[in-house]
């Protein structure tokens, strides 16, 4: 059954033929838009739109929600939730096409399923506020930035790894 | 030419339907790259499996090394891109935050979308802790502000920063990649953990290698950057634009524009600062003609549909904004005859006179009384109060305003 099911999913492509064409699309979107892709913002968009609908007094007390009051149209309108819709539906196509489409949780192998989604709400988490202070993620901070050169995705993207080498030692029970 | 949005070249509509093209095309890459699997990504910290950096550097690379030669042929103007603002004490905490995220949680956002929508069930509970993540942030907002906002440095370029050329710091950056994917593949092919995580297409590292090597050394090789702008017209093209009056638009235009309501132009004061706090037309945005190249006023000089009208308080600053930004590459760029001065004497003083009995002539008065009395009584500034009944000054005006030199 395992090996059957493995003879199906076609191998991932190779790392640095996907990164040129990740990389093209990178430029593209520059040079169409003016900006670079990204993700995280659009999960704020959710956020802001989500606490002005269910508890508009909290987002009230908060600058961070004023876009969901001040706004022409809602913060769902905006470039990168279209974005991020369209990543959605490429990861979707990609993972349908190379058999990849299962539902698992990926983690090391000493590790509880319980112990890994615990870790990956705290990832999570950290990765949300982590993503407001660095004011993008890895692809809109990080590589974004890199493509631009701007010294600020420079900056963000040492910081992200350099914390990762400095910390997986402390960590490593969870992945190997 | 590029970018083509920010510029009007492609209609600003259309960048949702960009968005969701690019955003497919994104996450389609990084699912076929393997970035749907926690394991595969946490192994650049663990040395079984480097996916991460090849791919992320790889991209890097190939969208910096495109970038700079787009602009150096012109084609792109690195003033209308966004640069990421650097607010120094907010990105490196900001990173360092999200470096913990990375290796506890396994993802970051964009790869735990491609993994969820494939069925990872640990990247859902990635993107329910996001949304927390993201809540708390913004409930204690003005706790994190002072940071989120504070040590603002502009945005800088990583070339300057570092005191260098932008092509010595491309070349050096080629260079460090080239170096960490040898680097990276020996300890990958020295590391006997978790083989069966390795299930890619293999193609030899020469190609990649010497494609950026030649990327390089072009880069290096290319002479002295260019300094004209990206779109600048030539002086041939220049000499033809200003003894054409084409750019000139009238008072009654504007201040039908203004009354009625309509969004077809876009007004800016090229006066000081201080000039357009005493007065200015009403909608009208601020550029000083000394700022009128910055960077941050390039990106406010047009806006989606209008046509953008220049005034000062003679027509002579309002010229000279127009010839650097016509120069600069904008077109459809229109100043306001006569300036505020004309504007004031024919809205306001009754000097006017109106010779004939035509029907144009009698609705060009019957449009100025009209006038008068809006701006006189103030509604101006009361804009939803506008009524529809105001007549039309004579011609269609707004078709002249689009056709443009």
Same mark, same amino acid.
């Given at each position: 059954m395992e090996n059957?099911?493995?003879?199906?999913?076609?191998?991932? *492509?190779?790392?640095?033929?996907?990164?040129?064409?990740?990389?093209?699309?990178? *430029?593209?979107?520059?040079?169409?838009?003016? /900006?670079?892709?990204?993700?995280?913002?659009?999960?704020? #968009?959710?956020?802001?739109?989500?606490?002005?609908?269910?508890?508009?007094?909290?987002?009230?007390?908060?600058?961070?929600?004023?876009?969901?009051?001040?706004?022409?149209?809602?913060?769902?309108?905006?470039?990168?939730?279209?974005?991020?819709?369209?990543?959605?539906?490429?990861?979707?196509?990609?993972?349908?096409?190379?058999? /990849?489409?299962?539902?698992?949780?990926?983690?090391?192998?000493?590790?509880?399923?319980i112990t890994r989604l615990i870790f990956a709400v705290v990832g999570g988490s950290l990765f949300g506020i982590g993503s407001q202070l660095g004011r993008g993620c890895t692809s809109g901070a990080a590589l974004s930035g890199m493509a631009v050169? #701007?010294?600020?995705?420079?900056?963000? *993207?040492?910081?992200?790894?350099?914390?990762?080498?400095?910390?997986?030692?402390?960590? /490593?029970?969870?992945?190997? | 030419m590029g970018p083509l949005i920010p510029q009007d070249i492609i209609n600003g509509d259309l960048n949702f339907f960009f968005a969701l093209i690019l955003g497919i095309a994104f996450g389609f890459i990084l699912e076929q790259a393997g970035f749907s699997s926690s394991r595969k990504l946490a192994g650049v910290f663990y040395g079984y499996d480097f996916v991460v950096l090849k791919v992320f550097f790889t991209a890097g690379v190939t969208a910096a090394t495109g970038l700079f030669f787009l602009k150096y042929l012109g084609w792109v103007n690195f003033d209308l891109l966004?640069?990421?603002?650097?607010?120094?004490?907010?990105?490196?905490?900001?990173?360092?935050?999200?470096?913990?995220?990375?290796?506890?949680? %396994?993802?970051?956002?964009? !790869?735990?979308? !491609?993994?969820? +929508?494939?069925g990872k069930i640990d990247a859902w509970f990635f993107i329910i802790g996001m949304f927390l993540g993201i809540f708390v942030f913004g409930v204690f907002y003005p706790f994190f502000k002072p940071l989120h906002m504070g040590s603002f440095l502009g945005s800088p370029f990583i070339y300057d920063t570092l005191g260098i050329s932008q092509k010595w710091f491309l070349f050096w950056l080629i260079v460090i990649a080239v170096i960490a994917f040898m680097v990276t593949q020996l300890i990958e092919d020295n590391s006997t953990k978790f083989k069966e995580l390795h299930n890619t297409q293999k193609l030899s590292l020469k190609y990649p290698v010497l494609f950026l090597f030649i990327l390089a050394c072009i880069a290096l090789w290319l002479p002295q950057q260019r300094l004209s702008f990206a779109n600048e017209k030539t002086k041939e093209v220049m000499t033809k634009v200003i003894l054409s009056d084409k750019r000139y638009i009238n008072t009654e235009k504007v201040a039908y524009n203004i009354i009625n309501n309509q969004k077809d132009l876009y007004l800016i004061d090229v006066r000081s600062v201080q000039e357009y706090n005493?007065? @200015?037309?009403?909608?009208?945005?601020?550029?000083?003609?000394?700022?009128?190249?910055?960077?941050?006023?390039?990106?406010?000089?047009?806006?989606?549909?209008?046509?953008?009208?220049?005034?000062?308080?003679?027509?002579?600053?309002?010229?000279?904004?127009?010839?650097?930004? !016509?120069?600069?590459?904008?077109?459809?760029?229109?100043?306001?005859?006569? %300036?505020?001065?004309?504007?004031?004497?024919?809205?306001?003083?009754?000097?006017? !006179? @109106?010779?004939?009995?035509?029907?144009?002539?009698?609705?060009?008065?019957?449009?100025?009384?009209?006038?008068?009395?809006?701006?006189?009584?103030?509604?101006?500034?009361?804009?939803?109060? +506008?009524?529809?009944?105001?007549?039309?000054?004579?011609?269609?005006?707004?078709?002249?305003?689009?056709? %443009?030199?």
């Amino acid at each position: 059954m395992e090996n059957k099911i493995k003879h199906e999913v076609k191998p991932y *492509m190779n790392p640095y033929l996907a990164g040129f064409l990740l990389g093209v699309v990178l *430029m593209i979107t520059f040079f169409i838009t003016g /900006r670079g892709l990204g993700a995280s913002g659009a999960i704020k #968009s959710a956020v802001i739109v989500t606490v002005g609908k269910i508890a508009p007094a909290t987002a009230q007390k908060s600058s961070f929600f004023e876009e969901y009051f001040s706004g022409a149209h809602s913060p769902l309108k905006s470039w990168l939730v279209f974005e991020v819709l369209g990543v959605l539906i490429g990861g979707f196509l990609s993972g349908f096409l190379s058999g /990849r489409l299962t539902l698992k949780i990926d983690k090391g192998p000493k590790v509880k399923n319980i112990t890994r989604l615990i870790f990956a709400v705290v990832g999570g988490s950290l990765f949300g506020i982590g993503s407001q202070l660095g004011r993008g993620c890895t692809s809109g901070a990080a590589l974004s930035g890199m493509a631009v050169f #701007s010294t600020a995705g420079f900056l963000t *993207m040492m910081a992200i790894f350099g914390t990762g080498y400095i910390i997986a030692y402390f960590f /490593r029970k969870l992945w190997i | 030419m590029g970018p083509l949005i920010p510029q009007d070249i492609i209609n600003g509509d259309l960048n949702f339907f960009f968005a969701l093209i690019l955003g497919i095309a994104f996450g389609f890459i990084l699912e076929q790259a393997g970035f749907s699997s926690s394991r595969k990504l946490a192994g650049v910290f663990y040395g079984y499996d480097f996916v991460v950096l090849k791919v992320f550097f790889t991209a890097g690379v190939t969208a910096a090394t495109g970038l700079f030669f787009l602009k150096y042929l012109g084609w792109v103007n690195f003033d209308l891109l966004y640069i990421n603002p650097l607010y120094l004490w907010s990105a490196i905490i900001g990173g360092i935050i999200m470096g913990f995220g990375f290796i506890l949680g %396994g993802f970051c956002p964009g !790869t735990s979308l !491609t993994a969820a +929508v494939i069925g990872k069930i640990d990247a859902w509970f990635f993107i329910i802790g996001m949304f927390l993540g993201i809540f708390v942030f913004g409930v204690f907002y003005p706790f994190f502000k002072p940071l989120h906002m504070g040590s603002f440095l502009g945005s800088p370029f990583i070339y300057d920063t570092l005191g260098i050329s932008q092509k010595w710091f491309l070349f050096w950056l080629i260079v460090i990649a080239v170096i960490a994917f040898m680097v990276t593949q020996l300890i990958e092919d020295n590391s006997t953990k978790f083989k069966e995580l390795h299930n890619t297409q293999k193609l030899s590292l020469k190609y990649p290698v010497l494609f950026l090597f030649i990327l390089a050394c072009i880069a290096l090789w290319l002479p002295q950057q260019r300094l004209s702008f990206a779109n600048e017209k030539t002086k041939e093209v220049m000499t033809k634009v200003i003894l054409s009056d084409k750019r000139y638009i009238n008072t009654e235009k504007v201040a039908y524009n203004i009354i009625n309501n309509q969004k077809d132009l876009y007004l800016i004061d090229v006066r000081s600062v201080q000039e357009y706090n005493d007065f @200015h037309l009403p909608g009208a945005n601020n550029i000083p003609l000394n700022d009128i190249l910055n960077p941050s006023s390039l990106k406010n000089l047009v806006q989606k549909d209008k046509s953008t009208v220049l005034y000062s308080n003679s027509s002579v600053n309002a010229d000279m904004a127009w010839f650097l930004i !016509t120069r600069y590459g904008f077109d459809n760029i229109y100043v306001l005859n006569g %300036g505020l001065n004309k504007f004031y004497n024919d809205i306001f003083l009754e000097k006017k !006179t @109106h010779e004939g009995n035509s029907v144009e002539a009698v609705s060009e008065a019957r449009f100025i009384k009209e006038a008068r009395t809006f701006f006189k009584e103030g509604r101006a500034n009361n804009e939803s109060s +506008v009524e529809k009944s105001i007549p039309k000054p004579t011609d269609a005006p707004l078709k002249a305003v689009k056709g %443009g030199c």
